[in-house]
């Protein structure tokens, strides 16, 4: 166990609709990051955060948006879904940026 | 052209072979390399974590970095069924917040 909660598993929604991942980082971490990772692209990078503050941005979509809160655990917003979001969501936590990830067993996102 | 090239596989070896997993790289501002193991539907895992060129050991696995060549490799000895996974490599630049991760490579260990 990573130390690193994500809900939900498993989500199964439409197109057109909008969904909220969310995470919760190990004790103490203070950098959150959120990953795409589907079968033909791998594990892409989105978006970390720093102690609440946005920090590093990857090939994160304008539908999508995260924040981190005052508590360090982060949301991760996705809206106006399509066939093609479907993919496992993970979030990492580290202590501090540059330093080793925690991975979180990650949302299946699942867009019909 | 990827920032890091990882040979999807997949691989599959009999058990007890010597494995070796790699990745080129094509920036040199690269400074700190990790490996992950990732089981199916699971969150990746940290293996190994290294910073300067040569080799670090940690059991049936040793890590060995060379910067002149942009290459990293993952050596798994006396592999076990259980090692079945894909492994990930991941790099860094100094000063920078992004993880750069390989595409993966899918590894079966056959008994």
């Known amino acids: 166990d990573s130390g690193v909660t994500q809900t939900p598993k498993h989500l199964i929604t439409a197109t057109g609709q909008r969904v909220t991942l969310r995470c919760s980082p190990r004790?103490?971490?203070?950098?959150v990051y959120w990953y795409q990772q589907s079968l033909d692209q791998g594990l892409q990078f989105l978006i970390q955060?720093?102690?609440?503050?946005?920090?590093a941005k990857g090939n994160i979509l304008e539908r999508f948006s995260a924040q981190q809160f005052p508590d360090l655990h982060s949301e991760l917003n996705l809206s106006s879904l399509e066939l093609g979001d479907s993919a496992l969501y993970f979030c990492?936590?580290?202590?501090?940026?540059?330093?080793?990830?925690?991975f979180g067993s990650g949302t299946q996102l699942s867009v019909l | 052209q990827k920032e890091v090239e990882q040979d999807p596989g997949p691989l599959s070896v009999p058990e007890g072979a010597i494995v070796s997993l790699n990745c080129t790289y094509s920036?040199?501002?690269?400074?700190?390399f990790m490996w992950y193991r990732q089981y199916s539907r699971k969150g990746p895992e940290l293996l190994m974590y290294?910073?300067?060129?040569g080799n670090k050991e940690d059991g049936r696995f040793t890590a060995q970095v060379d910067k002149s060549s942009k290459y990293i490799s993952l050596f798994i000895r006396d592999s076990q069924p259980s090692d079945s996974a894909t492994y990930l490599c991941?790099?860094?630049?100094?000063?920078?917040?992004?993880?750069?991760f390989g595409q993966g490579t899918r590894l079966t260990i056959n008994p």
């Open positions: 990492a936590s580290s202590p501090h940026p540059r330093e080793k990830l925690f």
């Open positions: 004790s103490g971490d203070l950098s």
């Open positions: 955060y720093y102690n609440g503050e946005e920090r």
């Open positions: 920036n040199s501002a690269f400074q700190y």
């Open positions: 290294t910073y300067s060129s």
């Open positions: 991941a790099m860094i630049i100094q000063g920078a917040q992004k993880l750069v």
